[in-house]
């Protein structure tokens, strides 16, 4: 019949998107936020900047190499995923995102080789270049979710700073860590660092808890994904996820900021990304329990 339109109306057998999905979004927002967050720091502290422009590379490409290989798991035909760069269409976020990606690692491959080198000029050189690339990777997992119409708790712009905040809150909690493991005492910059990760994380919580609270004002399907968060089979990741990536953060950082106890603080940052997989598998999960029929 001329003119049919076909709709998807029935409900969908399982979750479609997993822990796999999960975890390339928990990883690559540590390569992209310590991306981020090392260039900030190279150019506010340019006396200090052999530790960042050391870790930029390593944690870049340990974290955005375990999002590759998630990402390649999660395919059903894993061996075809050459056909996204050979026919390419840019009408979709997931092929926009390979090539993002795919150029972000190259961009960490270059400072790699600018560290081990110790020609600083080359990766000053595509600092910028680098920075769009890390910014667009880390949001274009939101458009994806963005473009699941019928879930309506995913909504692009709120995804899209939730993805910049998840960001900051692993990058910074990533270089606490490894500031603690190498005993780097700088403390304008783990203080810096722990205002950033109490700032992010404080920010992110809120939203949130502002979903959680006004969802039955968004929509009846809003207010069922809620209900199945804060009371129902995900509530154990989602507060886990609430109290480990937002409240023990900010708390520590607290603690230690104020009373200059800085050993709080890579505890702060394990707390901070541990729980930080948790909240984001929470809220993947959440809205795939209800049928879409």
Known sequence: MLGAEVT???ALPKVVWGWLVSTNMWAKSIATGSFLLGL??????PDNDNFFRKWIPILGLIFIGITLLVTVLDLHHMFRFWKIFLFAHFTSAVTLGAWVVSGFVVILLISFWSWAS???KLFDRFMIPGAVLAFFSTIYT???MGQS???EIWIFPAEMIQMLLSAAIAGSAAYLIVMFLYNIQNESIKRELGYILLGSAFL???MYVGELMFAKMHSEFSYEVAKILAFGELAPFFWIGMILTFVVPMVMVGIANEKKKYEYLPMAGAS???GLWFIKHAWLLGPQMLPLS
């Open 8 to 10: 998807f109306d029935v």
């Open 40 to 45: 900030y720091f190279i150019k506010k502290y």
């Open 118 to 120: 110790g020609n600083k």
């Open 142 to 144: 939101a458009g994806i």
């Open 149 to 151: 119409t019928a879930r």
């Open 204 to 206: 992110s919580g809120l």
């Open 272 to 274: 901070a990304i541990f």
